[in-house]
T-cell receptor, first 113, second 111 residues
Framework: ETGVTQTPRHLVMGMTNKKSLKCEQHLGHNAMYWYKQSAKKPLELMFVYNFKEQTENNSVPSRFSPECPNSSHLFLHLHTLQPEDSALYLC????????????FGPGTRLTVT | TQLLEQSPQFLSIQEGENLTVYCNSSSVFSSLQWYRQEPGEGPVLLVTVVTGGEVKKLKRLTFQFGDARKDSSLHITAAQPGDTGLYLCAGDRIGSYQLTFGKGTKLSVIP
């Protein structure tokens, strides 16, 4: 595997479910990011991790909970989501010193019913 | 107010035509990036421009960074159906390590 991978690619969940999104990067990067992409809106940065430490949380509701066990893996734990949380969730990675050059995974298309 | 405004929002052209899309802001950026995103996939980095007035070419694609580092343009020569996709510009403002994205230009190249 090369680049940035994300699983699952598609997820349908009810508002009372708990699920997790997984991201893995094989680029030797030390910074990882979660973004939300909704129709007619620009990409919204949710969380940033540098060397496994969370450095940014852009006012994201607590029903989204990130976890970064090491520099290669990033998770987004989801619980009691709302229908408006339906979106494409993208993971990205970069070198911390080159944060402007980010490499994205294919995304997880999430539908909350 | 959008920090990075991209225009046009949608563009549909015939194969072989030339086109230019724009990314504008009132803020100064340390650098600007252009990404292309195809349906069902994540954005793919095309280029980074860092110097005011800089021009970079990638085959039929020409990227320019404005002299004041507030805007950028992407020109495609002789568009091909494979150029179809969502073109996103993104920038990191001076003093910030976060990327700000525009809403994108959705390009369709008709064979």
């Amino acid at each position: 595997e090369t680049g940035v991978t994300q699983t699952p690619r598609h997820l349908v969940m009810g508002m009372t479910n708990k699920k997790s999104l997984k991201c893995e990067q094989h680029l030797g990067h030390n910074a990882m990011y979660w973004y939300k992409q909704s129709a007619k809106k620009p990409l919204e940065l949710m969380f940033v991790y540098n060397f496994k430490e969370q450095t940014e949380n852009n006012s994201v509701p607590s029903r989204f909970s990130p976890e970064c066990p090491n520099s290669s893996h990033l998770f987004l734990h989801l619980h009691t989501l709302q229908p408006e949380d339906s979106a494409l969730y993208l993971c990205a990675s970069s070198q911390r010193t080159l944060a402007h050059e980010q490499y994205f995974g294919p995304g997880t298309r999430l539908t909350v019913t | 107010t959008q920090l990075l405004e991209q225009s046009p929002q949608f563009l549909s052209i015939q194969e072989g035509e030339n086109l230019t899309v724009y990314c504008n802001s009132s803020s100064v950026f340390s650098s600007l990036q252009w990404y292309r995103q195809e349906p069902g996939e994540g954005p793919v980095l095309l280029v980074t421009v860092v110097t005011g007035g800089e021009v970079k070419k990638l085959k039929r694609l020409t990227f320019q960074f404005g002299d004041a580092r507030k805007d950028s343009s992407l020109h495609i020569t002789a568009a091909q159906p494979g150029d179809t996709g969502l073109y996103l510009c993104a920038g990191d403002r001076i003093g910030s390590y976060q990327l700000t994205f525009g809403k994108g230009t959705k390009l369709s190249v008709i064979p």
